[in-house]
């Protein structure tokens, strides 16, 4: 099989945000990934629906994976419900975790169940702002530069660096500098 390069997003706003992030690095590969390089972390405001809730914390991750859209899909929904995201709650609402891929390699896939690239990629500073610290060339596969992207949307959206990159592996990457 063809292994691509993906780009992911994690997000978290209940509990130790930083430590439900790193857990899910840390699952990745169980969940049929290779993480290649994580982001720093960012604190952002909330965005979509439901506003009115505590602050996130986001990062991208860049992985490999030989996995087909629907199945990674499938195993990162497994890995949340693995790290206690809840089956149900409100669209947008408070988190244990969210994954959502965002890209994957030059795929472009249209299904009930996803979209890649992610409907939302170009559209969201909390993503555009580390996915960019990973590659600031990326592109997507109709060519579009996730800078270009971020260049054109209005400062309204709070993201705020909020520590180190998150470990690769255990025991490997960058110590956590972040503030208390």
């Given at each position: 099989m063809l292994a691509r390069t993906g780009l992911l997003s994690l997000g978290s706003n209940v509990g130790d945000r930083r430590a439900q992030l790193q857990a899910a690095v840390y699952g990745l590969p169980q969940a049929?990934?290779?993480v290649l390089?994580?982001?720093?972390?960012y604190d952002t405001d909330p965005v979509g629906e439901l506003t009115d809730q505590p602050s996130f914390l986001n990062a991208c991750v860049l992985v490999r994976t030989e996995a087909q859209p629907l199945a990674l899909l499938d195993s990162v929904k497994a890995l949340e419900r693995a790290l206690g995201r809840a089956a149900s709650g409100p669209r947008h609402g408070p988190r244990a975790i969210d994954i959502d891929i965002l890209l994957l390699g030059d795929v472009e896939f249209d299904h009930e169940r996803?979209?890649?690239?992610?409907e939302q990629l170009r559209n969201r500073r909390f993503v555009l702002v580390p996915a960019l610290e990973l590659d600031m060339d990326m592109v997507t596969p109709d060519g579009r530069r996730l800078a270009d992207a971020l260049a054109a949307l209005p400062l309204d959206e709070g993201v705020r660096w909020a520590g180190a990159p998150l470990a690769v592996a255990p025991g490997k990457g960058q110590a956590d500098h972040s503030a208390p």
């Open positions: 049929g990934m290779e390089a994580c982001s720093s972390v996803m979209r890649v690239p992610h």
